[in-house]
């Protein structure tokens, strides 16, 4: 049902996401089951008379506790995983900036000094290269308007904020090219802003740097 799992927090969001459905798939046959029945066994008769019904006390607190339970155990796994994506990242990460803007991606890269808007940045627009099963730390801007930083096989999506740095990071765990999609409304080009990323191995994203920053 989702897109391949190409990182390594997309296991425990399908298993959350699977988790969820299977819950309210359960609920949902229950309900409408019971639904369906007491339309049936309730329907009218010239031979029934209507009589009222006060309600049933135990019957009420128990599928007002039963949700409530299952809703706070929902919240607090679902925290777990949110809080590591929006967490501190591994000290050995890589860092990425993102500066969206109507309708495009414009990614950059520290030089080997390591620090953003120096001249040995290397920028680049709607391709990103990440480096296989390395930690990356995406710093997320915007120009003008919401936009939102969605790459489905990561599992991770991200709103890009004006006049706001958001983070997100991301280990990506099988090489490939993916999609960067905005999933967010953000113009009559809406349609067009669409960028990927390409995981490879350490090596190879060090041959693309290079060659990236030779041709500016």
């Known amino acids: ?19 969820i459905l299977w819950i309210t798939g359960f609920f949902f046959f229950v309900v409408e089951g019971a639904l369906l029945y007491f339309v049936i066994r309730y329907r009218t008769h010239p031979a029934r008379k209507a009589v009222y019904s006060h309600g049933n006390n135990t019957l009420e607190i128990i599928w007002t506790i039963v949700p409530a339970v299952i809703l706070i155990w929902l919240t607090f796994s679902s925290q777990r995983v949110w809080a590591r994506i929006h967490g501190q990242a591994p000290k050995n990460a890589m860092e ?36 296989l099963d390395r ?20 599992r991770i999506k991200q709103d890009a904020l004006p006049g706001r740095t958001g983070q997100v990071w991301v280990k990506p765990t099988r090489p490939g090219q993916y999609e960067i999609a905005c999933a967010e409304l953000c113009g009559l080009g809406h349609y067009r802003m669409r960028g990927f990323v390409t995981v490879e191995s350490q090596e190879q994203l060090d041959r693309w740097l290079v060659e990236t920053k030779a041709d500016e």
């Open 96 to 131: 990425v900036e993102v500066l969206a803007e109507q309708f495009a991606w414009n990614i950059r890269y520290p030089g080997p000094d390591r620090q953003f808007d120096t001249p040995d940045d290397i920028a680049t627009i709607n391709q990103m290269h990440l480096p």
């Open 135 to 154: 930690p990356v730390v995406v710093w997320l801007k915007s120009k003008d308007v919401i936009h939102s930083f969605f790459i489905p096989q990561f």
């Open 1 to 19: 049902m989702l897109p391949e799992s190409a990182s390594s927090v997309a296991p425990q969001i399908d298993h959350l996401f699977y988790v």
